[in-house]
């Protein structure tokens, strides 16, 4: 506490700090000498403490001096800071006002140009009608016209027709262009290098409707959508499952297509045919159990034996073309539980049976790449004059890729003016690159309406299996 400014500055506490160490100084000294109890050293130690005590309360003294100086300053702080801040707010107000100001006064100096503007127009037009003289004088008298100017019914007329005409034939181009699927056999022979084995037509075209074949639930609505074929029996068979075996005379146009493709088939090779085919396509719903069973039966209907495989193990669909029950087939075979023999199924047509998928399996691509599998390859055609099987997707699953190396000769599907022509090329390159022989291509769905088909329909034939020409002629 003595190091305070205002107690250091006090002369009298000096002073007494002074005497104290001097007292000090001589009880030390006689300390050294005499006991506690000496008389000279108890009256010094008398002294010292009455120094000491009167040196803290001269201390406490100012010390209280200082506190109350501090605490005068600090409400001396509150008090500044109050008077700058309501000067503060008083500096803000007359800013604002300032602001206020200005603007209201460009509003009065714009009014007041204004006023003066339209003060001066206003005499200006008072002088003006004050003139009895005008400018105006007539030139010609106007002649209302014979015909309307617009608009020009003809031009109109003949510049709509052309520029239509030209719209309907750039469309067109357009969507040439853009459209990149296969629909026609050059296309076929020119994209995928492959022959066109034949043209199989949709049902809607041979209905008498125009686009592609869909899959109806219900067959009434079906039948009025022209996506139904009649039986031979008279009953409504669906569209994407149909048989030749089984259809109305009326349908004749899709069994002559499919005796079409059995002759390429049987031609592709200058000598001995392919006994083994695989039927494929590059993705799902092009039609590639249709072609496969129907190619089948076509064979068995020259009289030779004939054994159609359900390859596909993991989604079947061979019979249901056929209509039986799926039971027991080439996974039952595959996994070790029976002879595939036990397992084939004697069809109505002769020369015609049919082994069929069996239950799904896990590992389809594990089962088809056995031995066991082709084993029942060759020893079918031990057996049989003609093998056929329907396979996978060859772009979704690796399935048809195992198969294509156990045959001799690979159909691949194609449906018109729906599957894309890089996803086609693909395909052929998958069967390529593991050496199995690509026969040809059928061009599956097309619809006969279309111009690059006419000629199809000009020689499409009717129920007794004469041309329209050669009923004209008799």
């Known amino acids: 506490m003595g190091a305070l400014p205002t107690v250091f500055d006090n002369h009298e506490l000096q002073e007494l700090t002074l005497r104290l160490s001097d007292l000090e100084a001589q009880r030390a000294q006689l300390a050294a000498t005499f006991s506690p109890d000496y008389p000279r050293v108890k009256q010094l130690q008398n002294e010292i403490d009455e120094a000491q005590q009167t040196l803290d309360s001269e201390r406490a003294r100012g010390a209280a001096h200082i506190e109350d100086d501090y605490f005068a300053a600090v409400r001396r702080e509150v008090l500044l800071q109050a008077a700058f801040a309501s000067a503060q707010r008083d500096a803000n107000a007359i800013a604002e006002r300032s602001v206020q100001y200005n603007i209201l006064k460009r509003e009065v100096d714009t009014n007041r140009q204004l006023y003066e503007g339209l003060l001066d127009r206003l005499k200006q037009a008072g002088i003006a009608s004050g003139l009895k003289e005008s400018n105006i004088r007539i030139v010609d008298v106007a002649v209302p016209p014979k015909k ?86 008279g009953r409504l068979l669906p569209a994407h499952w149909y048989r030749i075996d089984d259809l109305a005379p ?56 004939v054994l159609l495989i359900d390859g596909d193990l993991r989604r079947p669909s061979v019979h249901r073309a056929f209509r039986i029950q799926d039971s027991l087939g080439v996974v039952s075979y595959l996994t070790g539980q029976q002879d595939w023999r036990a397992a084939v199924e004697k069809m109505p047509l002769a020369g015609l049976d049919l082994l069929v998928c069996g239950p799904v399996p896990p590992n389809p691509a594990e089962l088809l790449s056995s031995g066991r599998m082709q ?100």
């Open 375 to 474: 084993t029942l390859v060759q020893e079918a055609l031990e057996e049989y004059k003609f093998v056929v099987l329907d396979s996978p997707p060859l772009l979704n699953v690796s399935d048809s890729r195992i198969l294509a190396t156990l045959v001799e000769g690979v159909v691949l599907v194609v449906k018109g003016g729906e599957t894309p022509r890089e996803l086609a090329q693909r395909a052929h390159a998958y069967i390529s690159d593991v050496g199995a022989r690509v026969i040809g291509a059928v061009l599956n769905n097309i619809d006969l309406h279309r111009d690059e088909y006419s000629y199809y329909q000009a020689y499409s034939y009717d129920a007794r299996g004469a041309s329209p020409d050669a009923q004209a002629a008799g």
């Open 250 to 305: 009326q349908h004749s146009a899709l069994v002559e297509a499919f005796r079409s493709l059995r002759t390429s088939v049987l031609l592709s090779a200058a000598g001995q045919p392919p006994r083994s085919l695989l039927v494929s396509s590059a993705q799902p719903g092009e039609g590639k159990t249709t072609v496969s069973a129907n190619l089948a039966i076509s064979l068995a209907q020259l009289g030779q034996r």
């Open 148 to 233: 309307p100017a617009v608009p020009r019914t003809a031009l109109n007329l003949s510049l709509g027709l052309l520029v239509g005409l030209g719209l309907g034939i750039g469309a067109a181009f357009l969507q040439e262009h853009f459209d990149n699927s296969l629909k026609t056999t050059e296309d076929v022979e020119r994209v995928m290098q492959l022959p066109a084995l034949a043209l199989i037509p949709s049902v809607e075209s041979l209905n008498g409707h125009r686009g592609s074949a869909d899959r109806a639930s219900d067959d009434v609505h079906a039948a009025a959508a022209g996506s139904l074929l009649r039986g031979s029996n």
